[in-house]
């Protein structure tokens, strides 16, 4: 028989505030992760039924509607289509390793990045996008928005449920968990700790995919050394790439990211000139 022991001393069970209308633990003593990644308990307030995942919208605190324009165009797609569109070059409802490569060079990343992503993307991804029309893969390692749902994998944040719709409770979730300053920011250190949060037990694809989908965000969304919220939730319903690719293709410029060349970055900071590097 275990022996018995007194919860910890400097833990008491932690609620939800006052003036929410609940009464119930939002942290326990006997699990004290639960103090230091607390939920987010106003979602509800301004979000409709945050914890209900939404089909074609991805809505947050701040933007209770999601992006309305862009939304409205897809509204037939799921968030997580959505996400993907942008790879699809030709509406044809298929992404090729090469719409992979034009697209990760649209957004700026440097040649052995985009080689990384459309040899690894196609490869890892593109038999579970495929077993909606066939259990055998196909020979060209092509991806299908109508199947992508099928592509989700284990160790992620769960802001796309097992039909790629958007969870709002999640997407907040992550600022209230692994924000250190609750400032709707996350830094390096901030990610590599979502990262640890997300990890299921012997998942080693999970984690990698995991590992590669939030170094590449960085190196995209990175302002100030750190990720914005309002970024990372037009990056969940693909919003934001169709602006990066405007602002490039028109000579503005994406002026965020992280990298080694691509986009003229050398580490956080535009050293060089990207009207000089070839896109």
């Not at 979602?43 to 991805?58: F, L, M, Q, T, Y």
């Not at 012997?202 to 590449?216: H, I, M, N, Q, Y």
Request: hydrophobic share 35%; net charge neutral.
């Amino acid at each position: 028989m275990a022996e018995e022991s007194s919860p910890p001393p400097k833990y008491e069970a932690k609620r939800v505030p006052n003036g929410y209308g609940w009464d119930f633990a939002t942290a326990v003593p006997r699990c004290p992760v639960t103090y230091r990644r607390p939920p987010a308990v106003n979602a509800d307030k301004i979000i409709e039924s945050p914890g209900v995942a939404h089909a074609n919208r991805a809505p947050s605190v701040d933007m209770p509607e999601g992006s309305v324009e862009y939304s409205d165009k897809y509204s037939e797609y799921t968030v997580l289509q959505q996400h993907v569109l942008f790879w699809d070059r030709n509406n044809d409802g298929v992404i090729t390793p090469i719409d992979v490569w034009v697209g990760f060079r649209d957004l700026g990343f440097n040649i052995p990045t985009c080689l990384l992503a459309c040899t690894v993307i196609p490869f890892a991804f593109s038999y579970g996008t495929v077993m909606k029309h066939s259990y055998l893969p196909d020979p060209f390692f092509r991806l299908y928005i109508d199947g992508v749902h099928k592509a989700k994998h284990g160790s992620d944040s769960g802001v796309y449920d097992t039909e790629g719709r958007f969870v709002p409770q999640k997407f907040e979730d992550i600022f209230a968990n692994c924000s250190e300053r609750k400032d709707d920011t996350l830094t390096f250190k901030e990610v590599f700790g979502l990262m640890s949060r997300n990890r299921c037990a012997v998942d080693p694809f999970g984690w990698t995919a995991s590992f590669f989908e939030w170094v590449t965000t960085w190196m995209l969304l990175a302002k100030d050394g750190k990720i914005h919220k309002e970024d990372l939730r037009r990056v969940y319903d693909g919003s934001l790439f169709w602006e990066i690719r405007e602002k490039r293709h028109s000579g503005q410029g994406w002026k965020q990211g992280w990298g080694i060349g691509g986009d003229g970055f050398i580490g956080h900071r535009q050293r060089l000139n990207p009207h000089k590097i070839m896109a």
